[in-house]
């Protein structure tokens, strides 16, 4: 009973915030924003995301080092990364979202002009690291052209290596990222991806079921933490999309209601 009066009190908040607020379009409803709400917290708040960051740049630092010891020219090794929340830290987008009842891709151009992310922990560390040694550094992003040089101007703020601006590979046609992926296999060995969701590393995953997702990752166990290195991203990605089947025209009200029927419990009925 304790847990079900907290909840309605918040729906309760959230309404009378929402009703105050003047001029913001709101285009989700209060179930499916609580879903984003725990989501963000664990994001902004947990020190388990923070360690969880730190781990996963402990272990590309490692695979770094690996790598150098038996390149003969470290100029020609390559890593990958992502930027968006393996680089780059968005969760205020995702906490305004909350705040003012929005849904992506509102707010998202303001964002990213204001240049204000902050780092993940352990990646700036990380990417010095590699750039001092000399290995090349692609950041490839589905980010958008128009957002080239906020992006830029939010990395070199945090002191991330850029090493030129061909090495900052936004989205153009396609959301997938082999076609760049490939281009700088043409001229380098690519000894890392880094990421947060799945098609950051091979296109295998492309709209792809919940339950082939699953089977793929166990095919490709051998790849995390070897070649493939994951950041954690409770917000959004792939794994949610694949949930309602990647139909985006769906209303937030029935997305939520294909989320709690995937939801895995066991028989134990206590208010019966």
Same mark, same amino acid.
């Given at each position: ?12 908040i ?11 379009k709101?285009t ?6 609580q ?20 781990q ?9 080092e ?8 470290p100029?020609h090794?390559a ?6 929340e ?9 906490g305004?979202s909350?705040?003012d ?31 001092k ?11 958008e ?5 906020a ?7 945090l002191?991330?290596?850029v ?7 936004f ?7 082999r ?11 690519i ?10 590393f ?13 089977? *793929?990752? /166990? !095919?490709l #166990?051998?790849?995390?933490g +070897?070649?493939? $290195?994951?950041l ?17 025209? *769906?209303? /937030? !009200?029935? #997305?939520?209601?294909i989320? +709690?029927?995937? $939801?895995?419990?066991?028989n ?5």
């Amino acid at each position: 009973m304790r847990r079900v009066s907290y909840s309605l009190i918040l729906i309760v908040i959230l309404i009378l915030v929402s009703s105050c607020r003047v001029g913001i379009k709101t285009t989700t409803d209060i179930n499916y924003q609580q879903q984003l709400l725990a989501a963000t917290l664990f994001q902004q708040c947990a020190a388990e995301m923070k360690a969880l960051s730190y781990q996963a740049y402990n272990i590309a630092g490692m695979r770094l080092e690996e790598a150098l010891k038996e390149a003969n020219d470290p100029h020609h090794l390559a890593v990958i990364l992502d930027l968006d929340e393996t680089v780059l830290d968005n969760s205020p987008h995702s906490g305004q979202s909350i705040i003012d009842r929005f849904s992506f891709p509102i707010g998202w151009d303001e964002w990213c002009y204001k240049a204000e992310a902050k780092a993940l922990p352990g990646a700036v560390d990380f990417l010095k690291k590699a750039d001092k040694a000399g290995v090349q550094i692609f950041y490839i992003t589905n980010r958008e052209e128009k957002h080239r040089e906020a992006t830029k101007e939010n990395l070199l703020k945090l002191e991330v290596p850029v090493q030129s601006d061909n090495h900052l590979m936004f989205k153009t046609v396609t959301s997938s990222k082999r076609e760049r992926q490939m281009k700088v296999s043409e001229n380098y060995e690519i000894i890392m991806l880094i990421g947060d969701n799945l098609t950051d590393f091979t296109p295998l995953y492309d709209k792809q079921s919940v339950e082939q997702r699953d089977k *793929l990752t /166990d !095919s490709l #166990k051998i790849e995390f933490g +070897n070649r493939f $290195i994951v950041l954690p991203n409770t917000m959004y990605g792939d794994w949610m999309s694949a949930i309602h089947n990647f139909n985006f025209s *769906l209303s /937030d !009200s029935l #997305k939520t209601v294909i989320f +709690n029927d995937r $939801i895995k419990g066991f028989n134990f009925h206590p208010n019966e």
